[in-house]
């Protein structure tokens, strides 16, 4: 849970798994639940 205060839009999520590996989510919107499995793109 993140709070954004009045934003809509999230810019970048940027999720840094363990083996190395990192997912990148642009332009996602606020009030929703996202999914970010590792290596699955783009996320649910």
Do not use: S
């Not at 840094?16 to 649910?44: F, M, S, Y």
Request: aromatic share 4%; glycine share 12%; charged share 25%.
């Amino acid at each position: 849970h993140f709070g954004l205060g009045t934003h809509e839009k999230i810019d970048t999520i940027e999720v840094k798994w363990i083996g190395g590996q990192a997912d990148v989510l642009k332009d996602a919107a606020a009030d929703q639940l996202i999914t970010i499995t590792e290596g699955e793109n783009p996320p649910k």
